[in-house]
T-cell receptor
Framework: AQSVTQPDIHITVSEGASLELRCNYS??????LFWYVQSPGQGLQLLLK??????LVQGIKGFEAEFKRSQSSFNLRKPSVHWSDAAEYFC??????????FGTGTRLTVIP | KAGVTQTPRYLIKTRGQQVTLSCSPI?????VSWYQQTPGQGLQFLFE???????NKGNFPGRFSGRQFSNSRSEMNVSTLELGDSALYLC??????????????FGEGSRLTVL
């Protein structure tokens, strides 16, 4: 059975600091992986996705993620966080066409 | 280009009632997926429709149903509401209809409160 683990429920960083959000997955086949962001009262927005190829994926808003098969991880990174990045972040694995299994999310707080 | 539109945005129902939520996808998108988001269970997949056919279904009881119309608009229905059905119901549309998952464009959701 598939699973997605985001071990950090809540992370607080200072504006301008670097950020890494962790995601570990368990899936029987080759995973297709995603990171989404949800601002308060909003739907989800796709940050980036990994299907195959280069294991370092670039996304929108300056985010990137690295797929590490040996560690079953797909961590999200940003070199310098902006106050507008405060939101909830979800990692997800595809389990069927347009069917995503989401992690429980990591809430990011940014301190000025 | 208009985004995914969900109506109503907020609604309050009582136990035992039924509710219908509507989703209008982005123009040209033929796939519509529905997700339930709760603090306890997180985001859970309900079902996905493509060209008026349900292709995938999550692990929800039969009280949860949906349909898609020829113009790709979709509705989901929950009958015999329970307190635990209180949630944010998110609709997502996608251009891709194959085996991969295309970018899912989410609406802002319909927040259902069951009293």
């Amino acid at each position: 059975a598939q699973s997605v683990t985001q071990p950090d429920i809540h992370i607080t960083v200072s504006e301008g600091a670097s950020l890494e959000l962790r995601c570990n997955y368990s899936y029987g086949a080759t995973p297709y992986l995603f990171w989404y962001v949800q601002s308060p009262g909003q739907g989800l927005q796709l940050l980036l996705k990994y299907f195959s190829g280069d294991t370092l994926v670039q996304g929108i808003k300056g985010f990137e993620a690295e797929f590490k098969r040996s560690q079953s991880s797909f961590n999200l990174r940003k070199p310098s966080v902006h106050w507008s990045d405060a939101a909830e972040y979800f990692c997800a694995v595809q389990t069927g066409a347009n069917n995503l299994f989401f992690g429980t999310g990591t809430r990011l707080t940014v301190i000025p | 280009k208009a985004g995914v539109t969900q109506t109503p945005r907020y609604l309050i129902k009582t136990r035992g009632q039924q509710v219908t939520l509507s989703c209008s996808p982005i123009s040209g998108h033929r796939s519509v997926s529905w997700y339930q988001q709760t603090p306890g269970q997180g985001l859970q997949f309900l079902f996905e429709y493509f060209s008026e056919t349900q292709r995938n279904k999550g692990n929800f009881p039969g009280r949860f149903s949906g349909r898609q119309f020829s113009n790709s608009r979709s509705e989901m229905n929950v009958s015999t509401l329970e307190l635990g059905d209180s949630a944010l119901y998110l609709c997502a549309s996608s251009l891709v209809g194959g085996t991969l998952t295309g970018e899912l464009f989410f609406g802002e959701g319909s927040r259902l409160t069951v009293l």
